[in-house]
């Protein structure tokens, strides 16, 4: 049995879905080159498309699309000047108000790593954001192991480069969307948790912090995925649902910025002389995942440099369980209301 099964503070929903399963592996490589084309073998790329935990019915039933205009948008990054797609969701007006909307800036997660914003799950989570009355704009950033859209891989800094182009097109481009451009939150899970943080990062550095409403950041992977003694849910809380040390993200995305203690590729780097102006915060933490403190004590760290900062932690949910729409939905709709009114300033 596996130790999720067994764990008492895991909610039985988490279990009767996941219970029977090994923890989701991330194996160990020699070097980048090798994780690349191992994970890029047909059969594991098969078996990447085909996990989904739900069905598109399953999802519309839980977070419907009626009632949302979702378009695909393109636009070029900087520096590198390639081209990512960015899925757009927007309310439609109906009888409302014609204001602009208050707007989240998703990024998906997946260890910087695989994964894509136009994955059914992905999908189905913004429009349950998008369904709180918000605009929602998921960026599809180039991975560093698997491709998503974008037919790109690289390492550091590409998809925080991404990442940072598209908002930047996003508030370029407003009016034209509807979009309240002094209201826009970026968010994001897991390996997105880490490039929101690392957008907030960026963004201070460069002086334009003050071009985000805050940042929502949810589970985030910002310690580079291995045991450390200090932060003791890396340690108990392993192999409930992800196995956690290994090297796949650290070698994925850049082992030369892990080894130089780069902030911006690995947050829980930053001091508090970085974080000084840093957008406001909210931290989301997951109570049985290996990177829960990970999240925890970077919000410590902005409580310290005197910035504006909110944690929670949902019991009884595994890593990312509340970005789920199913099958824990009350909980993920719970997170998805959080986000917007935090996005409206309510």
């Known amino acids: 049995m596996s130790r999720l099964a067994e764990d008492p503070r895991i909610d039985p929903r988490f279990k009767a879905v996941f219970g029977g399963m090994a923890p989701f592996p991330l194996p160990n490589f020699d070097s980048r080159e090798a994780l690349i084309a191992a994970m890029n073998a047909p059969e594991v790329l098969k078996g990447l498309r085909e996990a989904q935990l739900f069905t ?81 704009a998921l960026v599809d950033f180039r991975n560093c192991v698997v491709p998503s859209s974008a037919p790109e891989i690289a390492p550091y800094p590409a998809g925080l480069n991404d990442c940072v182009s598209g908002l930047r097109w996003l508030i370029s481009e407003a009016d034209e969307w509807g979009i309240d451009a002094n209201r826009i939150v970026v968010s994001g899970s897991s390996g997105g948790g880490n490039l929101a943080l690392a957008m907030g990062l960026r963004l201070t550095r460069e002086g334009d912090a003050g071009l985000i409403r805050g940042l929502y950041a949810m589970c985030p992977d910002i310690a580079g995925s291995r045991p450390r003694d200090d932060l003791p849910s890396s340690i108990e809380n392993n192999d409930v649902w992800l196995d956690s ?77 509340d970005n789920m729409v199913l099958p824990c939905t009350d909980l993920a709709l719970a997170t998805a209301r959080d986000i917007a009114a935090f996005c409206r300033d309510d």
């Open 56 to 136: 598109e019915q399953e999802a519309e039933a839980v977070a419907p699309s009626a009632g949302l205009t979702i378009t695909t948008e393109r636009f070029v990054s900087e520096p590198d000047g390639n081209t990512i797609q960015l899925s757009l969701m927007r309310p439609q007006l109906g009888g409302q108000s014609d204001d602009p909307l208050p707007c989240v800036y998703y990024i998906h997660g997946g260890g910087m790593a695989v994964t894509s914003a136009f994955d059914l799950g992905y999908q189905a989570w913004g429009r349950m954001i998008a369904n709180q009355g918000v605009a929602v």
């Open 245 to 321: 040390h290994s090297s796949f993200s650290r070698l994925g995305y850049g082992i030369e910025a892990f080894e130089a203690r780069d902030p911006e590729a690995w947050p829980l780097y930053a001091s508090e002389q970085h974080v000084q102006g840093f957008p406001e915060t909210v931290i989301s933490v997951n109570e049985c995942d290996p990177l829960r403190d990970e999240g925890i004590e970077f919000y410590r760290l902005l409580l310290r440099a005197g910035q504006r900062a909110r944690c929670r932690q949902i019991m009884g949910t595994i890593h990312g369980g």
